[in-house]
């Protein structure tokens, strides 16, 4: 019988072929608690790294096939509370039900029928990081947002996809605000969850002025790809392009465009997170600023007196120099 159900499901194409997955060693590993053991600030240098070498250098490989045909109903009366999480996501209502479990946990036949004998199934949560990435990765990998993970800072620092995402959420999490399925099964708020591992960067949205992450208004990934992505730093596009999706008035193309943008686009002069200076400027000294590239040897264009009187102007540059950001009336940027 179930034999025959194994081929209608075939038949049906259902089944996923699995690639090679890691078991952990059957043994004392402890189970991890994911979030408390990776979530450390990142300065302290000892974040992740530690938690998964263990697993790594002992880990074997074994190839599993997911051919059983047990559904989640067949764990229930052992396991009613991981059933339960994973009923509150959007993958229990994406799959075709009766496979659902093994599609991360593979095979789950020899499991089910010696009633959960140790070491007859893959745990996830055991896993090395990079094999546990790849088991959602053969799903994910062609959506453009994931497609850059395996060169992500994050993979290359031993985050996995479990460190953010809960694939088992609890109660609380699905009907608090952050609810699963409108927010991805992300554990915590998107704001939260960053800052809990990059503390230095909670300090910059702190400044005077500043990005209004902490506030609510804005989240981490209008500007970086937590999955990675082709530009540095995980960000969404180039420092100009990134940021005049939103600021459109400094798009251009102006008839006189300011090449201070040329080589590093806005952060030439702002910060990107926030800044002691007003306007998120890099230094408080706007004069400062602008004489950091425009010096005799920077060799761009040497600071200049007025009517001949002095060899330099005082105060602000941009008192005359308004148009700083481009300008199609003047080729000095005075209007
Ligand atoms: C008769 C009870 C029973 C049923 C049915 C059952 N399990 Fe288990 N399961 C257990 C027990 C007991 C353990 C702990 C075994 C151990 O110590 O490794 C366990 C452990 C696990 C683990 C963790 C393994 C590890 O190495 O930490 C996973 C994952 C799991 N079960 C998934 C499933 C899935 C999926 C199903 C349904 C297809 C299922 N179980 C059905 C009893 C059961
Ligand atoms: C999308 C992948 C995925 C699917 C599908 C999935 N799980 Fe899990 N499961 C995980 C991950 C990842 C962990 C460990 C991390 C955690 O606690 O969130 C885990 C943990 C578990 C555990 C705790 C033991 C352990 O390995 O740490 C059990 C039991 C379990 N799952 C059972 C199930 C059952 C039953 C189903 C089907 C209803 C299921 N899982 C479906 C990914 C999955
Ligand atoms: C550093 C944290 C982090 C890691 C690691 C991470 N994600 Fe995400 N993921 C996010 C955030 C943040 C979102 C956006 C949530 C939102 O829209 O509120 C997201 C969204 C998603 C989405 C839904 C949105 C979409 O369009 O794709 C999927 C699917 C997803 N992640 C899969 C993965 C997979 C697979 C991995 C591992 C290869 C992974 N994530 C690793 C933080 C993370
Ligand atoms: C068998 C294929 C498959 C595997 C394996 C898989 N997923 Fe998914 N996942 C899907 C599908 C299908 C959806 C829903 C449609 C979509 O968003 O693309 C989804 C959606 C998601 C979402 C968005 C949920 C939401 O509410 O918006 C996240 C986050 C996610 N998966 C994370 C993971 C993680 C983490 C793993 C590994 C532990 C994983 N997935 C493994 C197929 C898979
Ligand atoms: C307005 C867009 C924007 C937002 C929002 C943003 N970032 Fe950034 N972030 C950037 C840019 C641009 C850079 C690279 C600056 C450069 O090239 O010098 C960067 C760099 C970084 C860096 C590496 C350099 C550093 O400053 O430490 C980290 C880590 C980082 N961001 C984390 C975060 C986190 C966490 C959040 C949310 C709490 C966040 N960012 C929100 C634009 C943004
Ligand atoms: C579990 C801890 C952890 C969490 C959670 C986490 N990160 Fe990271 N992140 C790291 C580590 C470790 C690195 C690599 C070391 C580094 O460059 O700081 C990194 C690197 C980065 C970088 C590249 C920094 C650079 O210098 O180029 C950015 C950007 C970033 N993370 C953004 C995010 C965002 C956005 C989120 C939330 C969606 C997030 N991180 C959540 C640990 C984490
Ligand atoms: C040459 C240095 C420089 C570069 C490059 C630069 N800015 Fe500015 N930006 C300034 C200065 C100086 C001010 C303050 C103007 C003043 O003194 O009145 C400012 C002010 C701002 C303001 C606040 C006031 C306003 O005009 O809205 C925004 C927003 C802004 N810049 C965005 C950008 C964006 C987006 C880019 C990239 C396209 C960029 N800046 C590139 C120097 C620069
Ligand atoms: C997702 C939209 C978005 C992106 C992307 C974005 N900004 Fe902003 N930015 C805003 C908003 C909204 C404000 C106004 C915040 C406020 O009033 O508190 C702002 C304010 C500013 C200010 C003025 C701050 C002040 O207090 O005067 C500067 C300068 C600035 N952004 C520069 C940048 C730079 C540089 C980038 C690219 C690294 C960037 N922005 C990317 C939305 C964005
Ligand atoms: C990151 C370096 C950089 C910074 C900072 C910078 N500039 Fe420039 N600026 C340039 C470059 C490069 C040119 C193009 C010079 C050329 O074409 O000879 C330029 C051109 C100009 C011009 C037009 C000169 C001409 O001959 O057409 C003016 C005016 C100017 N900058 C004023 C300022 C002011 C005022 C500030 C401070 C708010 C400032 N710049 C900050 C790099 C910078
Ligand atoms: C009182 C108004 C005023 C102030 C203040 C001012 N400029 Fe100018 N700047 C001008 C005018 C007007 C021009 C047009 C060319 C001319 O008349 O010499 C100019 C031209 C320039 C040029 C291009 C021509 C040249 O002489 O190299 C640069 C570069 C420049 N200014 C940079 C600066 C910098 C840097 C500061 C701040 C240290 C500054 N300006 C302060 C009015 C001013």
Redesign the pocket.
Known sequence: MKKLLYYLITATGVVFLFGAFDTAPSGPAP?TA?PASTAKSVSSGTCLRATTTAATSTARTTAIVAKSSYG?EA?VDC?DD??AA?NRTT??KSWQHGM??E???GDVTKHVESKGAEGTIV????MTPQK?SE??LKCHEKKSEQSHWKVSEHARAGVTC?TCH???PSKEQKSSANAVGKSAMIRGTQTELCLSCHKSTEADFNKPTHHRVLEGTMKCNDCHNPHGSDKPHQLRADTKTLCVKCHQDKRGPFLYEHSAQTMDGCVACHEQHGSAARNMLKVRDVRELCLSCHSAEMGVGPPHGRGNLSTTTAGDCTRCHVAIHGSNRDKYFIE
């Open positions: 189970r994911i989640p764990c396991h991981e059933v994973f993958h229990s659902a479990c599609q991360c946990h745990s996830v949560a055991k546990l088991t959602c479990v809960d694939v088992h």
